[in-house]
């Protein structure tokens, strides 16, 4: 292909104007060995009339992409049909080298509850043609939303077979709730190796999305299905706090590295954010799903205070109990708080990463151990949105989480301690895509179920994800599950299914099918 460069001025034929600064400046295609579209192609963060759109030019996506430092004419259009006949938007965005030649491109003026199809272009290359939704108008009458979430995609532990099955599945959405990459270094014990050491700088992050967004199955999940995404701790470092990083590493280095790895984050996932280089991004948000619900999205990392009594599976310390001990931040829990009393939706679900109930690894009761990097470490601020719910009669609220790596259904009631304590709202924890849970963890959560009568299932060695069906009546959780993470051809089956009914909270039925 013969290298040009030329000008952009006319972005679009369909009038849309691209609020880019720099669209003015000049940008050129390069020559290009292979396709730039190696990561595939992305979209997210659905409204009634928006979807983001992502890609990322990374020719090479293990050598730091592979491009040369100039800004790149990406052409992206919409249409209506899988075959882009019926185009109803589109238009051209700048990829430049600052962020990793990633575009992140609002498609605005959709309509609502509406199947639309996208690709993108640059120079002769074309990308895959994917596949997208919008959710339906605020307050639309809405009968049905269908979704999965899932979460803890370790490469190495496993192939994502988990992927192929959900991209067959008929949803509206998917949520994934973190641990979309791990930091650390290649394992020679597992069926993949990543490549390099811990990631600790920004193109460390960005070789390490490389490694995990080449893989077929995760584009087709991508390419299926608009995701709405939060993080968890290893798409920066295992089970840091804030600024606290796990490992023995300064403020300073600590700040360097979340930077990078908000950044790799920004530039690999379909989110609607508004980012700066260097500033920190503000992941929490909601979504409207008609009239049915409202899906209030967490982010339980960057805010949290460091967990009590050093972390790890503890009896409980007196920092447990602190009132000033948070999982939210002063900010998020007061805007989570307004979004719960905001809305007369049926359905308020909150995604989020670490298990809310409480669960008591020790069977005796006298002494008690806990784990303290979930909700177990910051009890106050766990009490204080319990009692939210149940004091404003918040409809129906339900819990969906990723992190644990094992499959669990949990009634959150106001006092764990007490079996006839009311239930305020029903959690479903999402066994991970290909992540371990170790042999010795499910022993040890199976001999304290008699101590924790509010868990209501827990399954610990099965992988897979969660699908979800919401309706006017009730909410119905199928998880399903994959017979092996290290068979690339294993196949899916449902290992059981539960159900909430509109206005009763708890799980009340269960039942294979
Ligand atoms: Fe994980
Ligand atoms: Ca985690």
Redesign the pocket.
């Known amino acids: 292909m013969k290298r040009r460069d030329f000008l952009i001025t006319t972005l679009l034929s369909s009038g849309l104007i691209i609020t880019d600064q720099l669209n003015t400046q000049a940008a050129s295609i390069p020559d290009f060995s292979n396709s730039p579209f190696t990561l595939g192609v992305a979209s997210g963060d659905p409204t009634a009339d928006r979807v983001i759109i992502w890609t990322r030019l990374a020719p090479k996506p293990l050598e730091g992409g592979g491009m040369p430092n100039i800004r790149v004419p990406v052409q992206w259009k919409v249409a209506k049909d899988a075959t882009m006949s019926e185009i109803v938007r589109q238009g051209t965005v700048i990829a430049t080298p600052e962020l990793g030649h990633s575009v992140h491109v609002d498609v605005t003026q959709l309509e609502a509850n509406q199947v639309y199809w996208y690709q993108f272009q640059v120079g002769n290359y074309q990308s895959a043609i994917a596949r997208t939704k919008t959710l339906p108008n605020p307050n639309a009458a809405v009968d049905e939303v269908r979704f999965a979430f899932a ?2 995609q370790d490469w190495q532990n496993g192939y994502y077979v988990a992927h192929k099955h959900l991209a067959k599945e008929e949803l509206d959405f998917v949520v994934f709730l973190g ?1 979309y990459i791990y930091e650390r270094s290649g394992n020679k014990n597992t069926v993949r190796q990543h490549q390099g050491e811990d990631c600790l700088t920004l193109e460390d992050y960005r070789n390490r999305y490389g490694e995990y967004k080449s893989d077929p199955n995760l584009q087709a999940s991508h390419h299926r299905f608009p995701w709405i995404m939060t993080w ?1 701790d ?1 798409e920066v470092d295992n089970n840091y706090a804030n600024l606290t990083a796990e490992d023995a590493q300064s403020l300073e280095q600590f700040q360097a590295r979340r930077k990078a790895a908000y950044q790799a984050y920004y530039e690999h996932t379909p989110i609607r954010v508004s980012f700066q280089p260097g500033k920190d991004i503000t992941l929490y948000r909601s979504f409207d799903l008609g009239n049915l619900g409202k899906l209030m999205v967490l982010d339980t990392r960057q805010y949290r205070s460091d967990q009590p009594c050093g972390d790890g599976a503890k009896p409980r310390c007196p920092e447990v109990t602190s009132k000033t001990a948070t999982l939210l931040g002063t900010e998020q829990e007061q805007w989570l708080q307004s979004q719960l009393s905001d809305n007369s939706a049926s359905w308020n679900i909150i995604a989020q990463q670490v298990m809310m109930a409480q669960y008591n690894l020790d069977p005796h009761p006298q002494k008690g151990m806990f784990n303290m990097d979930q909700w177990d470490g910051y009890v106050d601020c766990r009490r204080r949105l319990l009692n939210f719910l149940h004091d404003n009669e918040i409809p129906n609220p339900v819990v969906i989480t990723g ?1 644990l ?1 094992s499959s669990w259904v949990n009634n959150l009631t106001l006092d764990f301690d007490d079996p006839t304590s009311p239930i305020v709202a029903t959690e479903f924890v999402a066994t ?1 895509i290909s ?1 371990g849970f170790p042999q010795q963890y499910v022993s040890a959560v199976n001999v304290a179920r008699v101590a924790n009568p509010h868990v209501k299932f827990f399954e610990g060695s099965k992988h897979g994800y969660v699908r979800c069906t919401v309706t006017p009546e009730y909410l119905k959780s199928d998880y399903r599950v994959v017979s092996s993470v290290v068979d690339p051809q294993a196949s899916i089956d449902t290992l059981q299914s539960f159900v909430v009914k509109n206005g009763q909270p708890g799980v009340l039925a269960n039942s294979k099918n």
């Open positions: 979460s803890c641990d968890d290893h992190d790596h991970s992540s």
